[in-house]
């Protein structure tokens, strides 16, 4: 499985956009990107997924470039309710899954 | 609501105990998985499982076994507890991924392990 790799920490001020990059250079052809963010005490919660190219939903926007060797996950206008762990995983389609995280980048909101 | 239920948010075991941590999915998930959460490394996985009786190691499967007799049911088991299990224990469940299809991993609340 691809590894990823991620900023330890950011700190961005309320309603700013932040920007969180991944880097997976070893992914492969049916691999897919998704992004988890996890609250102090909770489990990991499913932002976002996907391939290639541009994906938004309500919450956030997936970027990948053409290569997909790297990813950014965009969140417009954080509030301190987004203060969290972020994490970018890569696992594959087809079969069992194994999901695996790395360590995450702790995303720090500021008033 | 989709829910994925561990039997107890806070636990303090003594050395030595043998530990069964419980997690519930009614999601109907083929997959599901055992992770545990310290500072500063992140989630590692420990074991999971694709199908009922059927599981597989993660990255840290020393000093664990898994037990998956229903498909709804996945218990990670501490043989011989010791301080250094001393962590947040997290559950997660999935269903089988299709290819094309994007799935993702529901968790629950977590079991914090003591163990003294």
């Known amino acids: 499985l691809a590894k990823t790799t991620q900023p330890i920490s950011m700190d961005s001020y309320e309603g700013q956009e932040v920007n969180i990059t991944c880097s997976h250079n070893?992914?492969?052809?049916?691999?897919?990107i998704t992004w988890y963010q996890q609250f102090p005490s909770q489990g990991p919660r499913f932002i976002i997924q996907?391939?290639?190219t541009k994906v938004t939903n309500e919450v956030a926007s997936l970027f990948i470039p053409a290569d997909r060797k790297s990813s950014t996950l965009s969140l417009p206008r954080v509030s301190l309710s987004d203060t969290a762990v972020y994490y970018c995983l890569v696992d594959r389609s087809g079969g069992y899954q194994k999901v695996t995280f790395g360590t995450g980048t702790k995303l720090q909101v500021i008033p | 609501d989709v829910k994925v239920t561990q039997s107890s948010r806070y636990l303090v075991k003594r050395t030595g105990e043998k530990v069964f941590l419980e997690c519930v999915q009614d999601?109907?998930?083929?997959?599901m998985f055992w992770y545990r959460q310290d500072p500063g490394l992140g989630l590692r996985l420990i074991y999971f499982s694709y199908d009922v009786k059927m599981k597989e190691k993660g990255d840290i499967p020393e000093g664990y076994s898994v037990s998956r007799e229903k498909k709804e049911r996945f218990s990670l088991i501490l043989e011989s507890a010791s301080t250094n299990q001393t962590s947040m224990y997290l559950c997660?469940?999935?269903?089988?991924?299709?290819?094309?299809?994007?799935?993702?991993?529901?968790f629950g609340q977590g079991t914090r392990l003591t163990v003294v």
């Open positions: 070893n992914i492969a052809t049916n691999d897919y």
């Open positions: 997660a469940s999935s269903s089988l991924r299709d290819r094309g299809v994007d799935t993702e991993a529901f």
């Open positions: 999601m109907d998930h083929e997959n």
């Open positions: 996907g391939y290639k």
